[in-house]
């Protein structure tokens, strides 16, 4: 198991009309970053600007831990589910659409609340309100593997199998998450018998949690080059 050293919570509030949330976990969220968001987009007037590169793409909602309609209690959300799932959409792309999408906000009188991912689509451009919710590593490593199993429980597997064919590229477009390519041999074993296939999938699905880890501190990684950079 993967483990990453402990820092202290970072919270960086420079003035200015933006505020930024994000999360060093993805799998551990269960979605805390985007109730966080709701949370303050009820008491201000707000809205949210979604910067998490899987969600912007249509589908996999499981996999990508995809707020819904409900969840969102009515809070305006730009940039999720809003590209094909075969394009790939790069940080330039997002960079454009969110730019666009601020200045319609803050025209509007509204405060534009960014929220979410792996920080590769955020830079420095505003003045901001940067939060960051953590937490203690060991937890971390607890529920990060108790989410996956819960993400398995609720159809994770079987959301991945509508993406599966021979020889698919990972590299692109929605097929590129975690929890995507851990699973396409497993999705290629249907000769095997009962038992060997649940012990390919074991194997998946403890890949998936070695590679969230990993993911989670590259991620920190991010973060405090965000903030120094807010120096």
Sequence with gaps: MLLCKQTQPLLSMPPGGLTMVVSSHRWLKEKVVSRL?????TRFP?????????????????????????????APH??????????????????????????????????????GGSNSYI???????FLW????????HTFVSKRVDKMVDNGMVEEAEQLFYPNADYTRGIRRPIGVPELDLYFQTGFLDEEARARVLQEAVHEIKANTFKLACCQLEEIHWLKNLRK
């Design 37 to 41: 968001s709701i949370d303050l987009a």
């Design 78 to 115: 730009h940039h999720l589910g809003i590209a094909h799932p075969n394009v790939d959409f790069t940080a330039p792309d997002f960079r454009d659409m969110a730019s666009l999408s601020i200045e319609s906000i803050l025209g509007g009188r509204s405060l534009p609340i960014i929220f």
């Design 123 to 129: 830079d420095a451009r505003y003045e901001c309100c």
């Design 133 to 140: 919710v953590d937490v203690s590593r060991p937890v971390l």
């Design 46 to 74: 707000a809205e949210i600007v979604n910067s998490d590169k899987m969600q912007v793409y249509e589908g996999l909602h499981i996999i990508t831990n995809k707020i819904t309609e409900e969840e969102q209690r009515g």
